[in-house]
């Protein structure tokens, strides 16, 4: 069955496209169309031969876009044909039985059409505006749910998807998503395609989903690493640690640390991520710039989702973070973060600004996304207001 993030390939030099598609794949990618208009084919093929040798180490279906010549002589899985390329019929008889073909349609005929002939998926699309084919028909979710009660062969999704609007899409029946910008055109193309890829696990047996805490331990129970286990059991997922600080703590408050090293903390998270590995990480107590230098490499080799819960002080008082770590938080941590959830004290210690109501946390929240968080949560708790509420900046968008 195909299904999972579909990354067709951008323009760009050889050099670009390998580095999209290693980034994507990093990123969970699962399939990857090389389709090329500036090469003629003839000279598309070393590339391809390439880009299929990176698909199979690390377990992705390659395809090529139009060309059986360039799919069989690149060892591609299979090729992607458009309504006015060659038929399915003359592409099975030029790559034989075992290979996967598919075809882009945009209408329930075009697609029983493509199943009756031997198609092995269809491209649905395009789904919403597109940059990349700008007189590209919009045939929009309703569509695509008349196709899929209509044909039982996979759908890929097409033609302006995101983070923000493939969820209806996945709910509408398709079983994959094809992108090109919503990756290629990232900053940080391997996060943008885990991004995508996380948006599969809806499919997923909630129990072998995988979270990763980083945080301190609280031996009372009530909050750190053993509050963070519990919650992640309780959603159904597995859950793996690495520990920070060790706490003499309980319910009258925090009576002593004592910091692990930061090299134990990255022997830890290397050993689980090497090993078991994780869909998401969660960070807490954090406690020492070495230590937040640490999990941020960590973070960045691992190309991981990562929470983070800047977490400065103790409900009780205590300083759980060094002063002189918060320029660490900020500066290393904060790029490397995919949601920050910080409440309004936190806020305002990485920002400088006082929060007294809704304008001063969108603006903090639109600081804390220019410091590099992808997304901000700011927690209303400590608000003192009595309609206090939470922010979530996202997509660039406020959700109040």
Do not use: W
């Amino acid at each position: 069955m195909l299904e999972g993030l579909y990354l067709i390939t951008p323009e760009g030099t050889k050099k670009q496209v390998l580095q999209t598609v290693q980034a994507a794949l990093d990123g969970g990618a699962k399939m990857v169309q090389y389709r090329d208009k500036q090469r003629p084919p003839e000279t598309q093929i070393d590339l391809a031969r390439e880009l299929a040798q990176l698909c199979h180490q690390q377990g992705a279906t390659f395809l090529v876009n139009d060309h059986p010549q360039v799919a069989s002589a690149s060892g591609a899985d299979g090729i992607h044909l458009g309504q006015h390329d060659l038929s399915i019929q003359e592409a099975r008889r030029a790559l034989g039985p075992d290979k996967l073909i598919g075809i882009s349609t945009s209408s329930v005929d075009q697609a029983i059409k493509a199943e009756m002939s031997g198609a092995d998926y269809i491209g649905v699309g395009a789904m919403f505006a597109t940059q990349n084919k700008e007189d590209a028909e919009q045939v929009g979710v309703e569509t695509l749910r008349k196709i899929r009660r209509a044909v039982k062969i996979p759908i890929v999704a097409i033609g302006g998807l995101s983070a923000a609007n493939s969820s209806e899409v996945l709910e509408a029946g398709a079983n994959a998503l094809a992108v090109i910008a919503a990756v290629s055109d990232d900053p940080k193309p391997a996060l943008a395609a885990r991004e995508l890829s996380l948006l599969f696990n809806r499919r997923t047996d909630k129990g072998l989903t995988r979270v990763m805490t980083v945080a301190g331990s609280d031996s009372g129970g009530g909050a750190g690493i053993q509050a963070d286990l519990k919650t992640i059991g309780l959603l159904g997922s597995f859950g793996t640690s690495a520990v920070t600080v060790l706490t003499a703590q309980n319910t009258q408050g925090v009576h002593g640390l004592s910091p692990a090293s930061s090299s134990f903390v990255a022997k830890q998270m290397e050993l689980v991520l090497d090993d078991i590995g994780t869909d998401t990480l969660k960070t807490g107590m954090l406690y020492s710039p070495e230590i937040i230098a640490t999990v941020a490499e960590s973070i960045a080799r691992h190309n991981l989702l990562a929470i983070v819960d800047p977490v400065m002080i103790a409900k009780g008082g205590a300083a759980l973070l060094k002063k002189e770590a918060v320029r660490a938080l900020r500066e290393l941590l904060l790029p490397q973060t995919f949601l920050l959830t910080p409440n309004i004290p936190e806020a305002e210690a990485l920002t400088g600004i006082k929060i007294t109501g809704a304008t001063e946390m969108e603006e903090a929240a639109r600081t804390l996304h220019e410091f590099g968080a992808r997304n901000v949560l700011i927690k209303g708790g400590h608000s003192d207001t009595e309609d206090a509420s939470d922010l979530l900046l996202t997509c660039d968008k406020v959700v109040p």
